[in-house]
């Protein structure tokens, strides 16, 4: 280090006075040769960023991705129809709890479930699941369900498809590829949360039995059934 300069006071006056001296131990003996307390100066090691490639996928028949797993997770459903589709969120929490969001349950952002519903669309469009605190998460479940006033029609022939977003740059798309006209579920996707850093998005396609109403159930494990749940009316 080095003492440039020093201003003092004199006789009631401030003078300035050119030193120019060099002082060994550096600033921070420097500073504590004159009474001020030093905090610890040694410069903080930059942790490395991780790289999160960005990335927007539509997955195959039966096909499964891992992406990064983020703090936040949106889930919509899209369809173009009139017809009137909900949007089911199967869930089983890190403490073994299940149960479902959807439009009569619209959930909690601040506590179990950590999972809200935007709401009921009741037309075509789409329908916006959030998960807020997928740390609290095992795993999700994506269900449609078609309501008997729509009558019989092919989720395929609605285009109906999930989309899960970790909004970091990364999309996935699970479309559906069977016509199944006679079903009112079918579970589209499912997500495995149970890494500490990444998140498994998997195609699932499978459809009720014609004309059942029962739900789809999600167990502890991460697996499914489906026309074991109540059945739903609207």
């Not at 969120?89 to 909690?108: A, H, I, M, Q, S």
Request: proline residues 3%.
């Amino acid at each position: 280090a080095i003492v440039v300069g020093e201003l003092y006071r004199h006789n009631g006056e401030w003078k300035f006075g050119a030193t120019g001296s060099g002082f060994f131990g550096g600033l921070s003996a420097l500073c504590q040769h004159y009474g001020i307390e030093v905090d610890d100066m040694t410069p903080p090691v930059e942790e490395k960023q991780e790289e999160i490639k960005p990335l927007v996928v539509t997955l195959k028949k039966k096909e499964a991705i891992s992406i990064k797993k983020s703090e936040k997770v949106v889930a919509t459903l899209e369809w173009d129809s009139r017809k009137d589709l909900d949007l089911y969120c199967f869930y089983v929490l890190n403490d073994g709890t299940e149960g479902k969001v959807y439009y009569r349950n619209k959930g909690n952002a601040n506590q179990a479930p950590f999972i809200t519903l935007d709401g009921d669309s009741l037309k075509a469009g789409k329908e916006t699941i959030i998960v807020h605190d997928p740390s609290k998460i095992n795993y999700v479940l994506f269900a449609a369900y078609s309501a008997i006033s729509n009558g019989v029609g092919s989720f395929k022939s609605m285009k109906a498809k999930a989309i899960v977003d970790n909004q970091m740059g990364q999309q996935v798309t699970s479309p559906l590829f069977e016509n199944n006209r006679f079903a009112y579920w079918v579970a589209i996707a499912k997500i495995d949360f149970t890494d500490s850093s990444n998140m498994s998005v998997s195609h699932v396609e499978t459809y009720s039995r014609s004309g059942t109403e029962n739900s789809p159930l999600l167990y502890k494990d991460g697996s499914f059934k489906m026309n074991v749940g109540p059945v739903e009316f609207k």
